[in-house]
Each structure stands twice: as structure tokens, then as C-alpha cells.
Nanobody
Framework: QMQLVESGGGLVQAGGSLRLSCVAS????????MAWYRRAPGNEREFVARISSGGYTGYKDSVKGRFTISRDNAKRSLYLQMNNLKPEGTAVYYC????????????WGQGTLVTVSS
């Protein structure tokens, strides 16, 4: 079964940057949408950013202008560049494949923890 593995999380001060990566065990070309979601402590999982196979992107309003999603199909990889991080960005970030503009797909990674200190 196809797997997604995230990396790049860690501890960063507010205003800092991190780049998350997600590598798939198989080709992601067939996935129109790849996306990042996150779950903060005590909260529900929420959408962060998505990118289509054609490169169209969508973002949660609160991260627009600070986060950038990208994908490299040849490397079976999805990325999330996060700049000017804020403490409310503390969460486990999950890579997701196969979703639509309205909902995530059924393929999830195990998550990578991002902690933003104030």
C-alpha cells in the first residue's frame, strides 16, 4: 500500500521558518490534489494548503502570504515552506493525497510536529 512520510518539523521561534517535506512510496502523478493539513492540540484537523497536478494552489486564509506549497512529481514529493511562523501554527502537520477541493483523500502520512515558541 502506498505510504506518505513527512519530515522537517521541529521547534522554531515565532517569526522563523521551516520547510516540510512529504515523500511518497509510489508515484503521485495520479493524484490531482496533494495537500497539507494540521491538527493543533485540542483542535480538529484543519486544511492548510493544497496543490493540483496542474500547479493550482489554495491556502487557509490565515497562512496566505506566509506558506507556500509545492510538489515535485519526479521526486514523488510534496513540500510546504512556512515563513513568519506564529505560535498558533503549533500542530502536527499531515501530508494528504487524493483529495478534492472540498475534502481530504484517504491517504495520510504519520505527521510531523511543528512547535512555534513565542
Amino acid at each position: 500500500q502506498m505510504q506518505l512520510v513527512e519530515s522537517g518539523g521541529g521547534l522554531v521561534q515565532a517569526g522563523g521558518s521551516l520547510r516540510l517535506s512529504c515523500v511518497a512510496s509510489e508515484s503521485i502523478r495520479s493524484f490531482n490534489n496533494m495537500a497539507w493539513y494540521r491538527r493543533a492540540p485540542g483542535n480538529e484537523r484543519e486544511f492548510v494548503a493544497r496543490i493540483s497536478s496542474g500547479g493550482y494552489t489554495g491556502y487557509k486564509d490565515s497562512v496566505k502570504g506566509r506558506f507556500t506549497i509545492s510538489r515535485d512529481n519526479a521526486k514523488r514529493s510534496l513540500y510546504l515552506q512556512m515563513n513568519n511562523l506564529k505560535p498558533e501554527g503549533t500542530a502536527v502537520y499531515y501530508c494528504n493525497g487524493g483529495g478534492t477541493d472540498a475534502a481530504p483523500g484517504g491517504l495520510w502520512g504519520q505527521g510531523t510536529l511543528v512547535t512555534v515558541s513565542s
